[in-house]
């Protein structure tokens, strides 16, 4: 840490050089710093979006979230514990771009025609499209200090993803468990920086240039339209994408992290071993971004396994104790056991693998593809 004046009051505070950009704790100017020269540039494209919430109402609202999930809402209250609420606003580089992008390839005929003659089975088509985006890049090192912060997109394509950044305005609108009591989205309701807009949340320092957002943002959706063009050919020829920045902003975006565990009253609790559950909440329209489930699916055929297995020793004593024919329906209680374990052991793997987002949302254009027979 290092002591510094600030350049708009003059008060002098610590700040840590190892920041792209300085916010001052008392005016809240945020200014770049040359450490060989001295000198400071203010740095006027810095917006906030204002937290909304206080830690009771998160937790009040993760409540209300599990009740309208749970099969019986009234065992909420007594069966979920929430254990942390954690809050944090974080600097995003916000970059308005337009991409276009054109795509050719080939698809197999649904039909086979009858072609003695050597004819393809392919038709080759042809197309392009349009998006604007407002695309969020993390202006943080550590792309993952929140839960699940770096998995924030969903696109509505059927596409797994594997990049952090995302489209701002479809993001933060998404996931309300009751009416938002604004229309306005988070990008229209950014004020200019001021510490009070956080509202007790701790901010984030800025670590990461625009010159590296930018070019972060264009390559994830360069690949994000390669994979969107590859959706509407078998085999994917050629795809061409051309991105115009039409300009960047820094907007701190408010998160909440909460932890709960799951505590069944019922003779579950026998067989389901409470952990830690995460569920992620943008501050501003309280909309849940990410959730863990207490029961998954992957947790119900655990459990049928151990019933099941349980069940399968005792008939297998009653058939040695009273009767032969119990032995029958201890094997099929066996095998019911065996396959819930290897269902377990598949959700497992899965479970491993990157997420498939099926559903979400990008301001778009129709692509009107070009069928086009091959020669």
């Not at 740095?43 to 019986?72: C, G, Q, S």
Request: overall charge neutral; proline content about 5%.
């Amino acid at each position: 840490m290092h002591e510094l004046a600030c350049p708009t009051c003059g008060t002098s505070a610590q700040y840590d050089f190892k920041n792209y950009l300085l916010i001052c704790p008392f005016c809240s100017e945020t200014f770049r710093h040359n450490v060989e020269s001295g000198e400071k540039e203010p740095f006027l494209d810095h917006y906030i979006v204002p937290n909304t919430m206080a830690p009771k109402a998160v937790r009040d609202m993760v409540i209300e979230w599990l009740k309208r999930l749970h099969h019986t809402p009234s065992s909420v209250d007594k069966e979920y514990v929430v254990a942390s609420v954690q809050g944090l606003s974080i600097p995003f580089w916000v970059i308005s771009l337009e991409a276009h992008t054109e795509w050719s390839g080939l698809a197999q005929r649904r039909h086979k025609i009858q072609d003695h003659g050597g004819g393809s089975d392919f038709l080759k088509e042809a197309g392009k499209f349009r998006r604007t985006y407002r695309w969020a890049i993390n202006a943080r090192d550590n792309i993952c200090e929140l839960w699940n912060i770096a998995r924030l997109h969903e696109p509505k394509e059927k596409i797994r993803i594997n990049w952090d950044g995302f489209p701002l305005d479809s993001t933060f609108s998404r996931g309300h468990v009751e009416k938002p009591q604004s229309d306005r989205s988070a990008y229209d309701a950014k004020e200019p920086f001021e510490f009070k807009f956080s509202n007790g949340l701790p901010i984030s320092g800025v670590e990461v240039d625009e010159e590296s957002a930018i070019r972060r943002a264009t390559q994830q959706v360069d690949h994000y339209h390669h994979l969107i063009a590859g959706q509407y050919v078998d085999y994917l020829i050629n795809c061409r994408t051309e991105i115009e920045v039409a300009g960047i902003q820094l907007i701190h975006l408010p998160f909440w992290h909460v932890t709960y565990y799951y505590r069944p009253k019922s003779a579950l609790r026998h067989f389901y071993k409470p952990s830690v559950k995460n569920v992620l909440i943008e501050g501003y329209s309280s909309g849940v971004l990410h959730g863990e489930l207490a029961i998954t699916r992957k947790d119900k055929i655990g459990v049928n396994a151990v019933v099941t297995g349980i069940s399968a020793i005792f008939l297998f004593m009653m058939g040695a104790a009273w009767h032969p024919a119990f032995f029958l329906v201890a094997a099929f209680s066996g095998a019911i056991s065996v396959a819930s374990l290897y269902m377990s052991a598949l959700k497992s793997r899965d479970a491993a693998l990157p997420q498939s987002a099926v559903h979400g949302g990008t301001s778009t254009l129709p692509v009107e593809p070009t069928r086009v027979e091959a020669a």
